[in-house]
């Protein structure tokens, strides 16, 4: 139980165009998703949580109007990354936590972006 | 604000032998603590947890006590196999302050594992 899946799980993009990455809880209710963005061999460094039907609360430093966040539904949120550049490039990965286990997030597997 | 500190890697290691990563916090409340691997490629397995002092979690042969005394989770491992080269983070969770659960990850340990 307690998977949380990605799609896609790896994408490469021109300069300029925007680039939709999805993260579904298959088997429990998301209370709230998390989106995180991992550089290489480095740490973790959280965008933004996500409560169901209302707006994202974004972590210091990270622009709201170039990642947009929508958790529209109890198994799905998805990031948007809007008018992507080079410096975008990075592996995505996002996170779910329920109301029964809501000490513990579960991780999906993380999407690969590449923005040429 | 509520931070974690890892030791440094990368570790190199021979199968079998002895395994010890640091991990050290500051938090105000009673955060809970978890150990977390990630291997190539892929996103974060959750390794183990312990949600309250002295609590020990385990789980394929991986040990961390939480220790308040010394604000410590350290993992420990008696035996490691090549199978177990991978990324290793170390977190907690800021219910107390965020009431969001959110995660606060160390820097990550590069254990590297030779046959």
């Known amino acids: 139980g307690a998977v949380v899946s990605q799609h896609p799980s790896w994408v490469i993009c021109k300069s300029g165009t925007s680039v939709k990455i999805e993260c579904r809880s298959l088997d429990f209710q998301a209370t709230t998703m998390f989106w995180y963005r991992q550089f290489p061999k480095q740490s973790l460094m959280l965008m933004a949580t996500?409560?169901?039907?209302?707006?994202?609360?974004?972590e210091q430093g990270v622009e709201k109007d170039k990642f947009l966040i929508n958790h529209a539904s109890l198994t799905l949120s998805t990031l948007t990354v809007t008018s992507a550049h080079p410096e975008d490039s990075s592996f995505y990965i996002c996170?779910?936590?329920?109301?029964?286990?809501?000490?513990?997030?579960?991780f999906g597997p993380g999407t690969r972006l590449t923005v040429l | 604000g509520n931070s974690v500190t890892q030791m440094e890697g990368p570790v190199t290691l021979s199968e079998e032998a002895f395994l010890t990563i640091n991990c050290t916090y500051t938090?105000?409340?009673?955060?809970?603590l978890f150990w977390y691997v990630q291997y190539p490629g892929e996103g974060l397995q959750l390794l183990l947890k312990a949600t309250k002092a002295d609590d020990k979690g385990s789980n394929k042969g991986f040990e961390a006590t939480y220790r308040k005394e010394t604000t410590s989770f350290h993992l420990e491992k008696g035996s490691v196999q090549v199978s177990d080269s991978a990324v290793y983070f170390c977190a907690l969770s800021d219910w107390g302050s965020s009431n969001t659960g959110k995660l606060i990850f160390g820097q990550g340990t590069t254990l590297q594992v030779k046959p």
């Open positions: 996170s779910a936590n329920d109301y029964l286990s809501y000490n513990e997030q579960f």
């Open positions: 938090a105000t409340g009673y955060p809970s």
């Open positions: 996500s409560n169901e039907g209302s707006k994202a609360t974004y």
